[in-house]
């Protein structure tokens, strides 16, 4: 008479899936955002970046428009957790 073990079919194949998934997170690494990169510098207590709004484009503005375009803008506490898992390797 054949009898047949629901378990012993079933843990070859957990423990076999198991394995699986610790390989696929060990191959895994963080990269760096590119784009992020580009536009935000890390400091001390957090990131910066330039003005939006002034690279082209910018003929039939006023000047007291365009100063308010020049300078540094500083990240926000939300944009920090953003830009750190942007920015792992900075």
Same mark, same amino acid.
């Given at each position: 008479?054949?009898?047949?073990?629901?378990?012993?079919?079933?843990?070859?194949?957990?423990?076999?899936?198991?394995?699986? =998934?610790?390989?696929?997170?060990?191959?895994?690494?963080?990269?760096?955002?590119?784009?992020?990169?580009?536009?935000?510098?890390?400091?001390?207590?957090?990131?910066?970046?330039?003005?939006?709004?002034?690279?082209?484009?910018?003929?039939?503005?006023?000047?007291?428009?365009?100063?308010?375009?020049?300078?540094?803008?500083?990240?926000?506490?939300?944009?920090?957790?953003?830009?750190?898992? =942007?920015?792992?390797?900075?």
């Amino acid at each position: 008479m054949f009898t047949f073990s629901l378990t012993s079919f079933i843990r070859p194949v957990v423990s076999s899936f198991r394995a699986s =998934l610790q390989v696929s997170a060990l191959r895994h690494q963080s990269k760096t955002h590119r784009a992020t990169y580009k536009r935000w510098r890390k400091t001390a207590s957090g990131y910066k970046r330039g003005i939006q709004g002034r690279k082209h484009g910018n003929a039939g503005f006023a000047a007291s428009v365009l100063k308010k375009r020049t300078g540094t803008a500083y990240s926000t506490h939300t944009q920090s957790k953003i830009l750190q898992r =942007l920015l792992p390797n900075l």
